[in-house]
C-alpha cells in the first residue's frame, strides 16, 4: 500500500496486458471503490506514465458490460441470451458434462483454450495447465508468438536476458529493427531518446515509416520477409571487410569458420536484390554497425512473423558477438529480457502431470479441429476459453464460428465480458480485473519485478484464475496441494527465492514498494556477455547451434530465398524423453529451469527445449 488516510488509500498494483512494458501503476481507493488509476512516477522505466488503453481501467472494472454472474446459455448458441446460475450450479454442469465425455470419448476430447488476456505470473498464461494436466485434456499447444524466435534465441545465445533495456543509453548506435518502439513500447524510447542527444545513431528497419521510423537518424524500408538475408549480407561485408573482433570470435563463439562459409553466399549485390535495399547501403549499414561501439540491435516480435522468422532471430542473434559488441555496456542485442525472471513456472504447470503420448493441438488448428474438418479421434466435445477470444484472435474465424454453434460441443468461457467468443459458451464464468486479484508480475521489457496488490473486493461474483482452477479441481475431486495452496502462496511457490536475481528481493519489500529490480547489476555495469558465458551448451555464441545438431535437421543459419520456398524452418525433432529425467547442471548453462521460464513457452514446446538440452547434457556437450 502506497498511503492511506481516513477514507482513501493508494494501492501499488501493476499492468496485467501482454505489452513488454509492465507498468507500475498507482491505485486510488475511496470507500472500497477505485476511484483513479495512474502510474507510479518512482519507478525507473515505466516513470508514472501509463497508455491510453490503461489511463481509465477503473472504466473497465465499472462498466456495466462486465460479466458479474455465472450465466448459462437460454438461447440459441450466439444469440448471447443468458440466464443467471448459481456457481454451484455452474460447476455442476460442467462436472456432469466432463464427466460424460470421459466416460464415453476419454479426457482429450476437452480441449482448453487460453493466451495473454492477463498475463501475470499467476493468473495468466498458464494458470490453467495444472488442472487440464491433471484432467489428462489433449494439450492445448500456443505458438502465435515468439516460439520460433524463442528457440532460435536459445540455440545462438541460450536464455540470456540480453541487454539491459536501460543501458541503452549508453549505446552509440542502436538498431530498432521490426520494432515500432514508440507505439508498442513507448517506455523505451526515453532511453533510446537520450542515447541520441548524446550522439547516437538511430537505425529503423521496417518496410514502414512508422512513428518511430520518423525520428530515426536513417529509415531503411526492407521488403516484408527479407530480414534474415540483410542480417546475413551485414555479417558477409564485416567479414570480408575485416572488421570482425577477432579476439572476441576466437575466445566467445563457436562456428565461425562454418558462418563466415555459409554468408559468402549473400553479398550485398545479391542481398539487395532480396530486401530491395541498395548494395550501397548494406555495406554503409554494416561497417558503420560493426565500428561504432557499443552497438546494439532491438529485435521486435514482427521480426518472426513470416516463414524462417526463427532463422532470421538466429542470425540478427550472431552479429553483435561478430563484431564484439557484448564487450560494452550499452552493446549487444535485446529481445525478451524474461529469461533474467527466476520463475518456477513448472511449479504453476506440473508437466510432469501430462501422460505419456497425450494428444498436442496448435491453437492456430482451433476452426479445424472445432468443424471436423480435422479428423480427430476423439473428436473435441467440450472447449474451455479463458484469457483469450479465439473467434477474434485466432485465424479461420468462419470455422470457428462454426465450430462453436455445434449443438453437441458443450463450451465454457471464463471472461470479464460478453466478447464474441463467450456470446457462443454454454456457460460462461465471471472473471476478475487486474484490481480484483493479486498476481506477482514479471516483465518482458525490463528488469523490475512487479507486485500487484488487490485493490477492491472482486465486483458482483467474479474470480480471480487462480480461484477458477480451484474451484474446478474441487469439482472434479483432485485433492492435491496444488489447489489448496492460497495466491499469496502460489507466489512464493512460483518464484525461486534462493535464486541471485531475487537477492535483497521479498515479498515484504515487493508489498512495500511494489517493485524491485532484480539483483543483476545496475544499467551502468550490465554487460552479461563481455566475457562471454553466453548460456549455450558450450557457454560460447554458437553461430553454428550445438542444440541444432543434436536434434534439428539443419543446423546452419540459412537466410529465405526470394522466392520464398526455401523456409529455412527449423524442423523439430523431439524425442520421447520424459520430462522428469532430469539431472543438476552447471550454473552458467541452461538448466531445464531457466528454459522452461519461459511463460510463452507450450508444454510440448518447453519438453522439446528441455529434451534438447538434456540430450546436449547426455552426449557431453555440458561440464
Ligand atoms: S504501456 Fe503497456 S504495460 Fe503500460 S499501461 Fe499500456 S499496456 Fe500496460
Avoid at 532491438?298 to 540478427?316: F, K, L, N
Amino acid at each position: 500500500m502506497a498511503s492511506t488516510s481516513e477514507r482513501q488509500k493508494v494501492i501499488r498494483a501493476a499492468c496485467p496486458h501482454d505489452c513488454p512494458d509492465t507498468c507500475a501503476m498507482l491505485v486510488t481507493v475511496e470507500n472500497g471503490r477505485a476511484i483513479m488509476v495512474r502510474g507510479d512516477p518512482d519507478h525507473p522505466f515505466t516513470r508514472g506514465g501509463l497508455c491510453v488503453k490503461v489511463n481509465n481501467y477503473e472504466q473497465r472494472v465499472y462498466s456495466p458490460d462486465r460479466v458479474l454472474h455465472p450465466l448459462k446459455r437460454s438461447g440459441p448458441k450466439g444469440s448471447g441470451q443468458f440466464e443467471r446460475v448459481t456457481w454451484d450450479a455452474a460447476m455442476q454442469m460442467i462436472r456432469l458434462s466432463w464427466t460424460k465425455i470421459i466416460d464415453q470419448y476419454g479426457p482429450t476430447a476437452i480441449l482448453p483454450y487460453s493466451y495473454l488476456g492477463t498475463e501475470g505470473t499467476l493468473n495468466g498464461l498458464n494458470v490453467g495447465d495444472a488442472f487440464f494436466n491433471k484432467l489428462g485434456a489433449t494439450i492445448s499447444e500456443r505458438t502465435f508468438c515468439d516460439s520460433g524466435s524463442c528457440t532460435a534465441y536459445f540455440m545462438t545465445i541460450g536464455p540470456s536476458p540480453g541487454m539491459d533495456p536501460e543501458s541503452f543509453k549508453y549505446s552509440k548506435y542502436i538498431i530498432l529493427w521490426a520494432c515500432n518502439t514508440i507505439s508498442t513500447n513507448l517506455h523505451h524510447w526515453p532511453f533510446i531518446a537520450e542515447a541520441k542527444k548524446n550522439g547516437a545513431k538511430l537505425v529503423v528497419i521496417d518496410p514502414l515509416k512508422t512513428r518511430t521510423a520518423q525520428e530515426a537518424d536513417w529509415h531503411i524500408s526492407i521488403r516484408p520477409g527479407t530480414d534474415a538475408a540483410l542480417a546475413l549480407g551485414m555479417m558477409n561485408v564485416i567479414i570480408e571487410q575485416d572488421l570482425v573482433d577477432r579476439d572476441y570470435v576466437a575466445n566467445y563463439t563457436l562456428g565461425f569458420d562454418e558462418l563466415r562459409d555459409r554468408v559468402k553466399a549473400y553479398p550485398p549485390e545479391m542481398v539487395a536484390k532480396i530486401t530491395g535495399i541498395p548494395a550501397q547501403d548494406i555495406r554503409t549499414l554494416a561497417c558503420e554497425y560493426a565500428t561504432t561501439q557499443p552497438s546494439v540491435i532491438r529485435i521486435g516480435v514482427a521480426i518472426e512473423r513470416h516463414a524462417g522468422g526463427g532463422q532470421t532471430v538466429r542470425a540478427t542473434a550472431c552479429l553483435p558477438a561478430l563484431v564484439g559488441a557484448w564487450r560494452h555496456v550499452g552493446g549487444g542485442i535485446l529481445q525478451l529480457p524474461i529469461w533474467a525472471f527466476p520463475i518456477k513456472w513448472e511449479n504453476l504447470m506440473r508437466p510432469d502431470w501430462i501422460k505419456p503420448g497425450t494428444r498436442v493441438l496448435n491453437q492456430w488448428r482451433l476452426g479445424s479441429a472445432l468443424t471436423h474438418d480435422e479428423q480427430l479421434d476423439p473428436p473435441i466435445k467440450s472447449l474451455f476459453v479463458y484469457n483469450s477470444n479465439p473467434v477474434v484472435v485466432a485465424p479461420e474465424q468462419e470455422k470457428i464460428v462454426r465450430g462453436l454453434e455445434r449443438e453437441d460441443l458443450f463450451t465454457v468461457v471464463s471472461e470479464q465480458f460478453l466478447t464474441d467468443t463467450a456470446r457462443y459458451a454454454d456457460l460462461v464464468l465471471p472473471a476478475t480485473t487486474q484490481l480484483e486479484q493479486f498476481d506477482i508480475m514479471f516483465s518482458w521489457g525490463h528488469l523490475y519485478l512487479s507486485l500487484n496488490q488487490q485493490a477492491i473486493e472482486p465486483l458482483g461474483e467474479a474470480v480471480p484464475n487462480t480461484e477458477l482452477f480451484r474451484r474446478l479441481a474441487r469439482t472434479m475431486s483432485f485433492d492435491d496441494r496444488q489447489w489448496k495452496r492460497s495466491d499469496e502462496e502460489m507466489a512464493l511457490d512460483a518464484l525461486d527465492w534462493a535464486n541471485p536475481a531475487l537477492q535483497g528481493i521479498s515479498m515484504d519489500l515487493l508489498r512495500e514498494k511494489g517493485w524491485a529490480r532484480l539483483n543483476v547489476g545496475t544499467p551502468e555495469t550490465y554487460a552479461p556477455h563481455a566475457k562471454g558465458d553466453f548460456l549455450t551448451p558450450s557457454g560460447k555464441c554458437e553461430f553454428n547451434a550445438s542444440m541444432a545438431e543434436t536434434l534439428f535437421c539443419r543446423c546452419s543459419v540459412r537466410a529465405p530465398t526470394s522466392s520464398r520456398r526455401e523456409s529455412g524452418w527449423i524442423r523439430c525433432q523431439p524425442t520421447s524423453l520424459p520430462m522428469n529425467h532430469r539431472r543438476p547442471m552447471h550454473r552458467s548453462r541452461p538448466s531445464t529451469r531457466s528454459m522452461s521460464s519461459h511463460p510463452r513457452a507450450t508444454r510440448s514446446s518447453i519438453r522439446v527445449m528441455e529434451t534438447c538440452l538434456l540430450n546436449c547434457i547426455m552426449l557431453g556437450n555440458s561440464s
